[in-house]
């Protein structure tokens, strides 16, 4: 049905050993090929083999450990085999010219070994989902949400709503069947089951929005007047001389970003341009990037010069920094009020930058601690879409009279939930899900 396909499933490069998997219903054949054997070894065993070049007569390519494994037990639940051999360039690349001569067998695509794994059963697209987030993991916090996701994940929930919904649906068929009878005593129990499973899909949808400030990060935009010190400190935070930093009103005209690791929680600090009135053009493009990033912010940080009286305007999720506290005689003015959401700094000696970090911290936990006390949540904008559109089929559904319209309803609630499971979905719309795999999963 499938070609036989194989890659490389850790990285190329110097290392102790590097594994390749070949996947499909020649890998019987294949094996026996690279070993010259006719036997094969006992599946789901690693056993010591010497693998030959398939058309150079008696030239090794390397003694390797393999591990036969015959559908439906595999990864991919076809059959399958797995080479564990010595590390390095050089061998990899022997390994991959090797396999790449072998007729009917080719270089899997990005995904494509998940992407069998799902189409046989073995997972479903959660989990599928979940194992590339845990591979791509930037810290411990998304590595282990993505590790519970896999675990004992969404895929619970999912299934137990779509087999209720099935059962609800046969009983409002069966009504359709039997319209000629007088009442529905079901109609109570379908709305209660309904109600309940209306709110178990919105406390997932919240869990995952608190979710997203770990997998994508907490977003914390500067801003403020020019020369204010924004770019100083955005340049203190990272570590590295990343902004430019003049005298000059107007330095920076882009929004810079960069990416940090904080306490086990990912942040990304946006510099921008400095908001005034100007009639550079350039400047005025710049500006306009700063207030878009702005409004895209979880946080935003009106950074000010203590020097200046004037403070920027405040917003529900913006906080005051008051810059420059180094300078002679403001010795007086260094106070911290985090209950006020502001802090004073030197972006030039780092005093009070500490003191900001752990009050950012301490937001991040503030706002993602429930997530301990939920077991469910959505980990991407796929599942959290076709989540809100069965939210909205069953609240269609419930307030709904006709029965045929209703039964609309909960199949169209039901496929949703399927497309998130990959149940059901067109095959261009799984390959776009898996192309951000990555090669050898």
Same mark, same amino acid.
């Given at each position: 049905?499938?070609?036989?396909?194989?890659?490389?499933?850790?990285?190329?490069?110097?290392?102790?050993?590097?594994?390749?998997?070949?996947?499909?219903?020649?890998?019987?054949?294949?094996?026996?090929?690279?070993?010259?054997?006719?036997?094969?070894?006992?599946?789901?065993?690693?056993?010591?083999?010497?693998?030959?070049?398939?058309?150079?007569?008696?030239?090794?390519?390397?003694? *390797?450990?393999? *591990?036969?494994?015959?559908?439906?037990?595999?990864?991919?639940?076809?059959?399958?085999?797995?080479?564990? *051999?010595?590390?390095?360039?050089?061998?990899?690349?022997?390994?991959?010219?090797?396999?790449?001569?072998?007729?009917?067998?080719?270089?899997?695509?990005? $995904?494509?070994?998940?992407?069998?794994?799902?189409?046989?059963?073995?997972?479903?697209?959660?989990?599928?989902?979940?194992?590339?987030?845990?591979?791509?993991?930037?810290?411990?916090?998304?590595?282990?949400?993505?590790?519970?996701?896999?675990?004992?994940?969404?895929?619970?929930?999912?299934?137990?709503?779509?087999?209720?919904?099935?059962?609800?649906?046969?009983?409002?068929?069966?009504?359709?069947?039997?319209?000629?009878?007088?009442?529905?005593?079901?109609?109570?129990?379908?709305?209660?089951?309904?109600?309940?499973?209306?709110?178990?899909?919105?406390?997932?949808?919240?869990? $995952?929005?608190? *979710?997203?400030?770990?997998?994508?990060?907490?977003?914390?935009?500067?801003?403020?007047?020019?020369?204010?010190?924004?770019?100083?400190?955005?340049?203190?935070?990272?570590?590295?001389?990343?902004?430019?930093?003049?005298?000059?009103? $107007?330095?920076?005209?882009?929004?810079?970003?960069?990416?940090?690791?904080?306490?086990?929680?990912?942040?990304?600090?946006?510099?921008?341009?400095?908001?005034?009135?100007?009639?550079?053009?350039?400047?005025?493009?710049?500006?306009?990037?700063?207030?878009?990033?702005?409004?895209?912010?979880?946080?935003?940080?009106?950074?000010?010069?203590?020097?200046?009286?004037?403070?920027?305007?405040?917003?529900?999720?913006?906080?005051?920094?008051?810059?420059?506290?180094?300078?002679?005689?403001?010795?007086?003015?260094?106070?911290?009020?985090?209950?006020?959401?502001?802090?004073?700094?030197?972006?030039?000696?780092?005093?009070?930058?500490?003191?900001?970090?752990?009050?950012?911290?301490?937001?991040?936990?503030?706002?993602?601690?429930?997530?301990?006390?939920?077991?469910?949540?959505?980990?991407?904008?796929?599942?959290?879409?076709?989540?809100?559109?069965?939210?909205?089929?069953?609240?269609?559904?419930?307030?709904?009279?006709?029965?045929?319209?209703?039964?609309?309803?909960?199949?169209?609630?039901?496929?949703?939930?399927?497309?998130?499971?990959?149940?059901?979905?067109?095959?261009?719309?799984?390959?776009?899900?898996?192309?951000?795999?990555?090669? $050898?999963?």
């Amino acid at each position: 049905m499938y070609d036989t396909i194989f890659a490389p499933i850790t990285a190329v490069g110097s290392s102790a050993i590097s594994v390749f998997r070949v996947s499909g219903e020649k890998s019987n054949d294949i094996l026996k090929i690279l070993i010259k054997n006719k036997t094969l070894p006992v599946e789901r065993r690693l056993t010591l083999k010497k693998i030959y070049h398939p058309y150079i007569k008696n030239e090794i390519i390397d003694i *390797c450990l393999i *591990c036969w494994m015959p559908k439906p037990n595999s990864y991919t639940g076809e059959d399958s085999f797995e080479i564990f *051999c010595h590390g390095g360039n050089a061998t990899s690349l022997a390994f991959i010219n090797c396999l790449s001569k072998i007729k009917g067998l080719r270089y899997a695509t990005a $995904g494509e070994f998940s992407k069998r794994a799902l189409i046989n059963g073995k997972i479903d697209l959660i989990k599928a989902e979940a194992i590339n987030d845990i591979i791509f993991a930037e810290n411990e916090k998304q590595r282990a949400l993505s590790m519970k996701q896999l675990n004992k994940g969404l895929s619970i929930p999912i299934n137990h709503w779509r087999q209720t919904m099935i059962n609800t649906l046969s009983k409002i068929e069966a009504t359709i069947d039997f319209s000629d009878e007088e009442d529905v005593p079901e109609k109570i129990n379908i709305s209660s089951e309904l109600s309940k499973i209306i709110k178990q899909i919105k406390e997932v949808i919240n869990e $995952g929005n608190l *979710c997203d400030l770990i997998f994508k990060g907490l977003k914390v935009t500067f801003t403020g007047p020019p020369n204010s010190g924004k770019s100083s400190l955005f340049n203190y935070i990272i570590k590295k001389e990343k902004s430019i930093v003049t005298k000059i009103p $107007g330095t920076t005209r882009d929004v810079i970003e960069n990416k940090i690791t904080y306490n086990g929680y990912q942040i990304t600090f946006f510099d921008t341009a400095g908001i005034r009135k100007t009639k550079n053009l350039v400047e005025k493009e710049g500006i306009k990037k700063a207030l878009k990033a702005i409004k895209d912010a979880d946080l935003v940080l009106n950074v000010n010069d203590i020097t200046n009286t004037k403070k920027n305007v405040t917003s529900r999720n913006s906080w005051q920094i008051f810059n420059k506290i180094d300078m002679k005689g403001l010795a007086s003015r260094k106070k911290t009020s985090q209950q006020k959401k502001t802090f004073f700094i030197s972006a030039k000696t780092g005093e009070g930058v500490d003191t900001l970090l752990e009050a950012i911290y301490r937001h991040i936990v503030n706002k993602t601690k429930r997530r301990e006390e939920n077991q469910f949540f959505y980990t991407n904008q796929r599942q959290k879409i076709d989540l809100e559109k069965a939210l909205t089929d069953l609240s269609n559904a419930i307030f709904e009279k006709n029965e045929e319209i209703v039964a609309e309803h909960l199949r169209s609630a039901i496929n949703n939930l399927e497309r998130i499971l990959g149940k059901i979905d067109v095959e261009d719309v799984l390959g776009n899900i898996f192309s951000n795999f990555c090669i $050898g999963k």
